[in-house]
């Protein structure tokens, strides 16, 4: 390579001048044999007159095996004849060529080289050599492609993945705007995939999850969206849905589908069910989120309906509409709202310190309806604040039936954004403690990590008001959003309530568990408790405990229960809660 190395040297850095010609030559040459690239070269006529060690580690070809061949004697036959004429075409106009070709090893496989060719010239401007430098990337565009992957697909069941679902909803609903018929979301949660996995380990439960994910991807069109959006819950996407029946319909197929037997790979006979949540609509100005949110709270009335069951929620411009507020309204006035209670536990003695109370609408043709049926019409309506009113009177009742039996437990209610900044709620929370004889503290305000205070100092000054007259204040969701700390180290905060979506997964993924780990250590350091939501087993429960996490609430500890409930299974004499009450002793 004598003459190429004197060529190659008039185009050195000036740092190499002082060099002399013997010593350029030599570092060009130790250049060639020590590079961590391959490097080939050719005559004009590509007649390959030199290889490095780097082009035989790489190709697996020698340099012996190589010289005087073309170097076509690496094709993968992947490339068509045109792609090398344009490759050389590019090389002549511009002076050189920079892309990825996939080449053959000598073993047979191929892999990817990212290279660079160059034309070298005569001191006259003739074609001399061509110089081409390459590396295998095969293993980094493999890496890159892996990425790729997972970002859109679930790696267990190469079903999409939560993210992708949600950007890819968006497109669909979107398309309501140029459609006729509407769009059904469908949330299933699985029952009883949690003894699977207890009983024959997560690889079993893992292969039953990818034989569920088959049938769901047999089951549907190929303008219908399947994923996995974690654990053993799937969302579905209909679209074209004529309306909300079609899609039950297809529901309760999904249902039947699921609900046959598994055998696994071990011979084992399984068998899961399903419940599903629905969320429908034909408005293109609904979000992703919303109906996701939405399927998912009904997924629950579901699974509170028992295994295996479907629940319905529409999201259309007509539950937005004057007639569905003055139904919800007729129903507030005439007392067809209720509020169902759910124990909180003390994770140290397993004893129940107070009930969060949710609201709920005993609908006279359609039963219990959750309150993504009508909460959102009442809080951005004139029912605002009368509803805040009704649901600090009515926590304040079942505190004096408490505390008429001496029994120390404290009612949670949630409040908005609107009811806290205006300050309504403060005159009614001082009446009922003051017309009912409360001791304090007696309720709890949630308030949602989601909501978007206006003025921070003005909403503190609202809940340190509200502590003076008997309430204390609980941050509800807590680690799903950007405003949790922000909340909990700016606002008077007496306890933290760690969102369901942290605690799900908590037996199976260590950073849940750091997670509330972390909170727990947060809360200590500024003397304050935390609440997990959303337990659902005794594993949760076990490690909850562990991690040092105060309180709970889920229905593994109870599911919310009307009033009359929770007088027969708490308060009536002879009654033996599973987590018992705190009484006191009367004063004498």
Same mark, same amino acid.
């Given at each position: 390579?004598?003459?190429?190395?004197?060529?190659?040297?008039?185009?050195?850095?000036?740092?190499?001048?002082?060099?002399?010609?013997?010593?350029?030559?030599?570092?060009?040459?130790?250049?060639?044999?020590?590079?961590?690239?391959?490097?080939?070269?050719?005559?004009?006529?590509?007649?390959?007159?030199?290889?490095?060690?780097?082009?035989?580690?790489?190709?697996?070809?020698?340099?012996?095996?190589?010289?005087?061949?073309?170097?076509?004697?690496?094709?993968?036959?992947?490339?068509?004849?045109?792609?090398?004429?344009?490759?050389?075409?590019?090389?002549?106009?511009?002076?050189?060529?920079?892309?990825?070709?996939?080449?053959?090893?000598?073993?047979?496989?191929?892999?990817?080289?990212?290279?660079?060719?160059?034309?070298?010239?005569?001191?006259?401007?003739?074609?001399?050599?061509?110089?081409?430098?390459?590396?295998?990337?095969?293993?980094?565009?493999?890496?890159?492609?892996?990425?790729?992957?997972?970002?859109?697909?679930?790696?267990?069941?190469?079903?999409?993945?939560?993210?992708?679902?949600?950007?890819?909803?968006?497109?669909?609903?979107?398309?309501?705007?140029?459609?006729?018929?509407?769009?059904?979301?469908?949330?299933?949660?699985?029952?009883?995939?949690?003894?699977?996995?207890?009983?024959?380990?997560?690889?079993?439960?893992?292969?039953?999850?990818?034989?569920?994910?088959?049938? /769901?991807?047999?089951?549907?069109?190929?303008?219908?969206?399947?994923?996995?959006?974690?654990?053993?819950?799937?969302?579905?996407?209909?679209?074209?849905?004529?309306?909300?029946?079609?899609?039950?319909?297809?529901?309760?197929?999904?249902?039947?589908?699921?609900?046959?037997?598994?055998?696994?790979?071990?011979?084992?006979?399984?068998?899961?069910?399903?419940?599903?949540?629905?969320?429908?609509?034909?408005?293109?100005?609904?979000?992703?989120?919303?109906?996701? *949110?939405?399927?998912?709270?009904?997924?629950? *009335?579901?699974?509170?309906?028992?295994?295996?069951?479907?629940?319905?929620?529409?999201?259309?411009?007509?539950?937005?509409?004057?007639?569905?507020?003055?139904?919800?309204?007729?129903?507030?006035?005439?007392?067809?709202?209720?509020?169902?209670?759910?124990?909180?536990?003390?994770?140290?003695?397993?004893?129940?310190?107070?009930?969060?109370?949710?609201?709920?609408?005993?609908?006279?043709?359609?039963?219990?309806?959750?309150?993504?049926?009508?909460?959102?019409?009442?809080?951005?309506?004139? /029912?605002?604040?009368?509803?805040? !009113?009704?649901?600090?009177?009515?926590?304040?009742?079942?505190?004096?039936?408490?505390?008429?039996?001496?029994?120390?437990?404290?009612?949670?209610?949630?409040?908005? !954004?609107?009811?806290?900044?205006?300050?309504?709620?403060?005159?009614?929370?001082?009446?009922?403690?003051?017309?009912?004889?409360?001791?304090?503290?007696?309720?709890?305000?949630?308030?949602?990590?989601?909501?978007?205070?206006?003025? /921070? *100092?003005?909403?503190?000054?609202?809940?340190?008001?509200?502590?003076?007259?008997?309430?204390?204040?609980?941050?509800?969701?807590?680690?799903?959003?950007?405003?949790?700390?922000?909340?909990?180290?700016?606002?008077?905060?007496?306890?933290?309530?760690?969102?369901?979506?942290?605690?799900?997964?908590?037996?199976?993924?260590?950073?849940?568990?750091?997670?509330?780990?972390?909170?727990?250590?947060?809360?200590?350091?500024?003397?304050?408790?935390?609440?997990?939501?959303?337990?659902?087993?005794?594993?949760?429960?076990?490690?909850?405990?562990?991690?040092?996490?105060?309180?709970?609430?889920?229905?593994?500890?109870?599911?919310?229960?009307?009033?009359?409930?929770?007088?027969?299974?708490?308060?009536?004499?002879?009654?033996?809660?599973?987590?018992?009450?705190?009484?006191?002793?009367?004063?004498?």
């Amino acid at each position: 390579m004598t003459d190429l190395t004197t060529r190659l040297s008039k185009n050195t850095p000036h740092t190499l001048l002082p060099l002399n010609e013997s010593q350029q030559s030599w570092l060009l040459r130790s250049i060639f044999e020590y590079c961590q690239e391959g490097i080939l070269i050719t005559d004009a006529n590509k007649n390959i007159v030199d290889a490095n060690p780097a082009f035989t580690r790489i190709t697996g070809f020698t340099r012996e095996e190589v010289l005087g061949k073309k170097p076509h004697i690496l094709s993968s036959g992947k490339h068509t004849a045109l792609f090398y004429q344009n490759m050389f075409v590019d090389v002549a106009e511009q002076g050189f060529w920079s892309g990825n070709i996939k080449n053959r090893h000598r073993d047979g496989s191929h892999f990817i080289a990212q290279t660079t060719i160059t034309a070298i010239h005569t001191d006259s401007g003739k074609l001399s050599h061509f110089f081409s430098i390459f590396r295998d990337v095969t293993q980094h565009r493999l890496s890159q492609a892996r990425l790729e992957r997972l970002a859109v697909y679930d790696p267990l069941t190469h079903l999409f993945n939560r993210e992708h679902f949600t950007n890819a909803l968006h497109n669909l609903i979107d398309g309501l705007r140029y459609t006729e018929t509407g769009l059904a979301v469908l949330f299933m949660d699985l029952d009883d995939f949690k003894p699977v996995n207890d009983r024959f380990g997560h690889t079993a439960g893992d292969e039953l999850l990818i034989e569920i994910s088959h049938r /769901l991807k047999r089951m549907m069109r190929s303008t219908d969206m399947v994923a996995r959006f974690g654990g053993d819950e799937f969302m579905v996407a209909l679209p074209g849905m004529a309306n909300l029946d079609m899609a039950e319909s297809i529901a309760g197929r999904i249902l039947k589908e699921i609900v046959r037997p598994y055998v696994l790979s071990n011979g084992q006979s399984v068998q899961v069910s399903g419940s599903i949540g629905i969320a429908f609509t034909v408005y293109p100005g609904s979000t992703a989120e919303a109906l996701i *949110d939405m399927a998912d709270a009904v997924m629950y *009335d579901a699974k509170q309906n028992g295994k295996n069951c479907i629940a319905t929620s529409h999201d259309t411009p007509e539950s937005r509409s004057s007639d569905t507020f003055i139904r919800i309204r007729q129903a507030f006035e005439q007392g067809e709202l209720t509020l169902h209670y759910q124990p909180i536990i003390r994770l140290k003695d397993l004893h129940t310190i107070g009930f969060e109370a949710l609201a709920r609408w005993h609908h006279p043709s359609l039963g219990i309806l959750g309150p993504q049926h009508f909460v959102e019409v009442i809080t951005c309506s004139s /029912l605002c604040h009368p509803f805040a !009113q009704w649901l600090i009177r009515r926590a304040g009742e079942m505190a004096r039936r408490l505390q008429d039996l001496h029994i120390q437990a404290v009612i949670g209610i949630n409040l908005t !954004q609107e009811q806290i900044e205006s300050g309504c709620f403060l005159r009614t929370l001082g009446e009922t403690r003051d017309e009912l004889g409360l001791a304090s503290p007696f309720v709890t305000i949630e308030i949602h990590e989601s909501s978007q205070f206006h003025d /921070l *100092d003005l909403t503190s000054n609202q809940l340190h008001e509200a502590r003076q007259l008997g309430a204390t204040v609980a941050l509800d969701d807590f680690g799903t959003g950007i405003s949790s700390v922000t909340y909990a180290a700016e606002l008077p905060i007496d306890t933290l309530k760690i969102d369901r979506t942290m605690i799900k997964s908590l037996e199976h993924r260590p950073d849940q568990r750091e997670f509330v780990r972390g909170v727990t250590l947060m809360t200590q350091a500024m003397r304050r408790k935390v609440v997990a939501e959303g337990v659902e087993s005794e594993a949760q429960l076990n490690l909850l405990r562990e991690l040092g996490c105060d309180s709970a609430q889920g229905f593994y500890l109870g599911y919310p229960m009307t009033a009359e409930d929770l007088e027969t299974h708490y308060l009536a004499p002879g009654a033996t809660p599973r987590y018992p009450l705190i009484r006191q002793r009367p004063s004498t």
